[in-house]
C-alpha cells in the first residue's frame, strides 16, 4: 500500500493575490493572515493580496508571506478533505519550505515558524546586501558538467550549485561575476536555457554565514519538538528527530545546497507514492514530473 507526503513551496512561488480566495472564503485560513500581521508588525495579508510585486518579492517578506500562504492553503485542504490531510505520513519543503513543513509537523509552532522566516529573511537580505551575489538557473546539462563550469568560472570569488531540483535543472549561486562567467560558459557547453534569477543574492552559499550567525540565535530562542511525522531534510535527504539535531540542519541549510532531487527520490524509494503540493504556484509539481513521471502529484493552490 502507497504512502502519502505532503510537500511545501519555496521562495520564487509567490505571486500578488496569493491566498486572497482562501482568506475570504476559511476563517481558520484568514486568522493565520491576521495572527502573521500581529507577529511581523505589518499587514501581510495586505502585501499578498494587493502588492505591490516588488515589496512582495523582498526576501524579507515574500518568506513569511509563502509560509503563512502555504499553511492557509493547508487549512483549506484540511477542511475540505479531512481524512486526506490526515493520511500524511513525511513532509518535506523547498528551502524556507522545509520551515512550513516541520510547522505541519509539528516540529515548530506556527508562530515560532513566522519568526524564524522573518528573522531568516532580514538576515539573508542584510548578507546579499553587503556582498553582491547572484543566481543562475542552468537546464538541460547534467550536474556533473555544472559542477565543472562552476569550478571553471569560479577564479577567486564564490561559485557553487546551490539548488539540484530535478534532471537537468540545477542552480548555481556565487559571487555577480561568478555567476556572468558562468552563464556564458553554460550557454557554451549547450544548456538548453541559462536564466539569471531575480533573487537577491548568493543564497546556499558560504556568502550567507553572516546570516547565519543571526539565524543561529534565533534557532537558539524558539522552540522545537520531535516532529510527528518525518521530514525530509533539503541538506542531506533524510529525516531527523532530535530537536537539537533539526536545528542544527536548519542552520547548515542556509550555506549549503538544497538536493530536493535526492530527497524526492529518497521519498519515492521508501514507498510514497502519493504527493500534495501546498502553497502558491506549481514549481514542485512540475519538478516532479521531471524526476518520476510515474507519479501524479496534487496540489491546492491558494490563488485557485
Request: charged share 20%.
Amino acid at each position: 500500500m502507497g504512502k502519502t507526503a505532503f510537500l511545501f513551496s519555496g521562495q520564487g512561488a509567490q505571486a500578488v493575490g496569493m491566498g486572497k480566495p482562501l482568506f475570504d472564503a476559511v476563517p481558520a485560513a484568514a486568522h493565520l493572515y491576521e495572527r502573521a500581521s500581529e507577529i511581523l508588525g505589518y499587514d501581510l495579508a495586505d502585501v499578498c493580496f494587493n502588492g505591490p510585486a516588488e515589496k512582495l518579492n523582498t526576501t524579507a517578506v515574500c518568506q513569511p508571506a509563502i509560509y503563512v500562504t502555504s499553511l492557509a492553503a493547508l487549512e483549506a485542504f484540511k477542511a475540505a478533505n479531512p481524512e486526506e490531510a490526515s493520511s500524511a505520513e513525511a513532509a518535506a519543503g523547498l528551502s524556507l519550505g522545509e520551515y512550513t513543513a516541520l510547522a505541519f509537523a509539528g516540529a515548530l509552532s506556527f508562530e515560532d515558524g513566522l519568526r524564524l522566516l522573518q528573522k531568516r529573511g532580514e538576515a539573508m537580505q542584510r548578507a546579499s546586501d553587503a556582498a553582491a551575489g547572484g543566481m543562475v538557473s542552468v537546464l538541460g546539462l547534467e550536474n556533473e558538467k555544472v559542477e565543472s563550469l562552476c569550478d571553471q568560472a569560479r577564479e577567486n570569488d564564490v561559485l557553487l550549485p546551490a539548488n539540484y531540483l530535478c534532471p537537468g535543472n540545477i542552480v548555481v549561486s556565487g559571487s555577480a561575476a561568478a555567476c556572468e562567467r558562468v552563464a556564458a560558459l553554460a550557454e557554451e557547453a549547450g544548456a538548453m536555457k541559462v536564466v539569471p534569477l531575480t533573487v537577491a543574492g548568493a543564497f546556499h552559499t558560504p556568502l550567507m554565514g553572516s546570516a547565519a550567525d543571526i539565524l543561529s540565535e534565533a534557532l537558539a530562542a524558539a522552540e522545537f519538538r520531535t516532529p510527528r511525522i518525518p521530514v525530509y531534510s533539503n541538506v542531506d535527504a533524510r529525516t531527523h528527530t532530535d530537536p537539537a539535531e533539526i536545528r542544527q540542519i536548519l542552520l547548515k541549510q542556509l550555506t549549503s545546497p538544497v538536493l530536493w532531487e535526492t530527497s524526492i527520490r529518497a521519498m519515492l524509494d521508501a514507498g510514497f507514492d502519493t504527493f500534495y503540493e501546498s502553497g502558491p504556484g506549481r514549481v514542485l509539481r512540475g519538478l516532479m514530473k521531471r524526476i518520476n513521471r510515474k507519479i501524479k502529484p496534487e496540489g491546492f493552490n491558494p490563488a485557485d
